[in-house]
């Protein structure tokens, strides 16, 4: 007799965004008449770059000939030539240098940050930030490193409180050493990014004590500030200790095309054995790639052109992200993030628990965001917003809460 996976019956309740989904369709289902605007799952609403599309075009038609059709992609890591090589430059130009090999390309930076568990040892200690991205907490606890969960936490996990006191980065744990631990700059949900010297004190930990840091830059591209890194590997010995996962998905709108890539230098290494090379073995195991065509787009998004044209669109969500912060900031509610990041992150008015103004605002301003409390104990008392829907509906979108605070 088969028997099923248990630590999957531990998890507590949905997914947060499918539970969202499922309280706004039934809202909807009670309203038909009501138009909603949704700021919370942050799936973007403008269309690829030119550029982008042009490739795509383009390659696709050179899978039709055949003198130019690709099958499987043999290269090293099942990345091209021309892809690898415009990641490596977009690398340079911010002073790090890797190499072809340290690049492996994939379909999300959330099937990563999922799947790097699985060169791991199940008896290595996690830490999460807090609040943070379900992801790394949920698929820790598939896994079994998560322990057992309380109704709040999970019992095996170290949780990193990332508060408005301490700038929403973590302070290092005072007891136990973590093996694992799961930064994101620029962060999702708070949308605080950390500087050179925060993560100066991160990786010397790391390296201390012989951790890894999994490093999400995911939303890297939308940092406005200047001195904010945009890559762990600015930070000295970085190489050492750190993996970090990036994605096309928010920087270039490929959240319905899907590509992404995870950087794993060749001098990280544990019990004496590269990092490298078990990720290489377990995507070639278990990943047949990238398509060819995907990777065409993926390449245009670094073009002269391709990146023009992206900058534009992330200028248009870093407006949203101001019309939003600035117009709840004035209506008095406590906001953070939306600077270097498409994520706002509010403060609840008066104490209210993060899903009773999730209900509030679905109802009375028909407008959907994220709870904070979806996130870990630490969002409780906050809500998260996004910066990705029309410039007109987020407009109108501030104006409805405004008027029911």
């Not at 998905?249 to 490298?276: E, H, W």
Request: glycine share 10%.
């Amino acid at each position: 007799m088969a028997h099923v996976n248990e630590n999957f019956l531990k998890l507590p309740g949905g997914y947060l965004f499918p539970e969202i989904g499922r309280r706004v369709r039934a809202y909807s289902a009670e309203n038909p008449g009501k138009k909603l605007i949704r700021l919370g799952i942050g799936d973007v609403t403008q269309p690829l770059a030119p550029a982008v599309v042009e490739a795509m075009v383009k390659a696709s038609l050179e899978m039709g000939g055949k003198e130019t059709f690709r099958g499987y992609c043999e290269e090293t890591c099942g990345a091209y030539d021309f892809i690898r090589f415009a990641i490596r430059n977009d690398y340079k130009a911010k002073g790090v240098e890797i190499s072809d090999e340290e690049i492996f390309l994939s379909d999300g930076a959330k099937s990563d940050c999922g799947n790097i568990g699985d060169i791991f040892s199940l008896d290595n200690v996690v830490a999460v930030c807090d609040p943070v991205y379900p992801v790394y907490v949920d698929t820790n606890a598939m896994a079994g490193r998560a322990g057992d969960h309380d109704g709040e936490r999970w019992s095996n996990l170290i949780y990193l409180p990332c508060t408005a006191e301490n700038g929403f980065f973590p302070a290092l744990p005072e007891r136990k050493v973590p093996d694992l631990i799961y930064i994101c700059s620029p962060n999702n949900p708070t949308g605080a990014a950390a500087t050179r010297e925060q993560l100066q004190v991160w990786v010397d930990y790391a390296n201390a004590h012989g951790s890894v840091i999994l490093y999400d830059s995911a939303y890297e591209a939308f940092i406005s500030e200047p001195g904010i890194p945009h890559s762990i590997y600015e930070v000295e010995g970085a190489k050492t200790c750190a993996i970090e996962f990036r994605s096309f998905s928010k920087t270039a709108g490929f959240t319905g095309v899907r590509c992404a890539y995870t950087v794993i230098p060749k001098a990280l290494k544990r019990d004496g054995v590269s990092l490298n090379a078990l990720w290489n073995r377990r995507q070639g195991t278990k990943f047949n790639g990238v398509s060819y065509v995907v990777q065409r787009a993926a390449e245009a998004t670094f073009t002269p052109e391709g990146q023009t044209q992206i900058r534009k669109t992330i200028s248009f969500y870093l407006n949203n992200a101001r019309v939003i912060r600035e117009g709840l900031s004035q209506a008095g509610l406590t906001v953070y993030g939306g600077v270097n990041a498409p994520y706002i992150w509010a403060r609840t008015p008066d104490g209210i628990a993060s899903w009773d103004f999730f209900d509030k605002l679905l109802r009375q301003a028909n407008v959907v965001t994220t709870p904070g409390a979806g996130f870990g104990p630490s969002g409780e008392g906050y809500i998260r917003l996004t910066a990705f829907g029309d410039a007109q509906d987020t407009e109108e979108a501030v104006e409805r809460i405004v008027s029911i605070l």
